[in-house]
């Protein structure tokens, strides 16, 4: 999946309200909650595994990922607001 495809799916999730309390839609901690989003596809730990696991086209899978990014995150994305 290209990062373009990956990213309109992280947007429709947080136009459409997905798992906890999202950002407003188009605010900095929206945009913040995507780019970590698609960085965590890109960065290994030290074990060698993806930090978030491929989603593709698994809503599910993508909620849980960003849901993911939004509690490791939290106080820096609500200090975007």
Request: glycine share 12%; proline share 6%; with cysteine.
């Amino acid at each position: 999946m290209s990062i373009w495809t990956s990213t309109v799916m992280c947007v429709l999730l947080l136009q459409t309200g997905g798992p906890g309390e999202e950002p407003p839609p188009g605010s900095r901690a929206a945009r913040a909650l995507i780019l970590l989003h698609e960085l965590g596809h890109l960065i290994q730990d030290e074990n060698g595994d993806w930090l978030i696991p491929d989603d593709g086209f698994d809503g599910r899978q993508s909620k849980a990922n960003t849901l993911r990014v939004q509690q490791m995150c939290r106080k820096e994305l609500d200090g975007l607001q």
